[in-house]
Each structure stands twice: as structure tokens, then as C-alpha cells.
């Protein structure tokens, strides 16, 4: 048997053998590739129409972002509603 602590939680579990192991082992590498290759390539471009805000992180604040609709830029964050507030710098 096997004892895991996590924080407050212990548990008890079997160990696996050698055999088990490699199995699963083999089965992450099938899934890790299987992500990889389900992944968008560099260079993948997504068309939106200019209606539609695209955002991204403000590079001078962590805690901002930069809403780009059609030609504007606009530095805000969002409220605890997923609204868009507009704010200074």
C-alpha cells in the first residue's frame, strides 16, 4: 500500500506494479501527444468582424487588460458581473 497526504487529506492506496505502471505511463504519453496534435499551429489566424471585442493583457499592469474593438484600443478590467469597466491610467 501506498499512503498520499495532501494537505489535511490522507489516503491509502495500492501500489501499482511495474507493469501497471508502465501501462499508464504509456497512456499519458497517448493522451499528452493526442493534445499536441489537437492544439491550433503557429500562425493559425481567427477571423472576427470588427463588432466583435478581442482582449488582451495590459503589458504595464497585470491586473488591466486592453479591449481592441474595430480601431480602439480601451485599458480596463472587468467587474465581478464579467462587465468591461473603462479606467485611467
Known amino acids: 500500500m501506498t499512503v498520499v497526504s495532501i494537505g489535511g487529506v490522507t489516503v491509502e492506496v495500492p501500489t501499482p506494479t511495474e507493469a501497471e505502471l508502465k501501462e499508464r505511463l504509456a497512456e499519458s504519453a497517448r493522451v499528452m501527444r493526442a ?20 482582449y488582451e493583457a495590459d503589458s504595464k499592469d497585470p491586473n488591466l487588460v486592453v479591449r481592441k474593438l474595430g ?19
Not at 481567427?46 to 466583435?52: A, E, I, K, W, Y
Open 35 to 54: 493534445f499536441a496534435d489537437a492544439m491550433p499551429r503557429r500562425g493559425v489566424r481567427l477571423n472576427f468582424p470588427d463588432t466583435t471585442p478581442l
Open 71 to 89: 480601431k480602439t484600443r480601451t485599458l480596463g478590467r472587468f467587474d465581478k458581473k464579467g462587465r468591461f469597466i473603462q479606467v485611467k491610467r
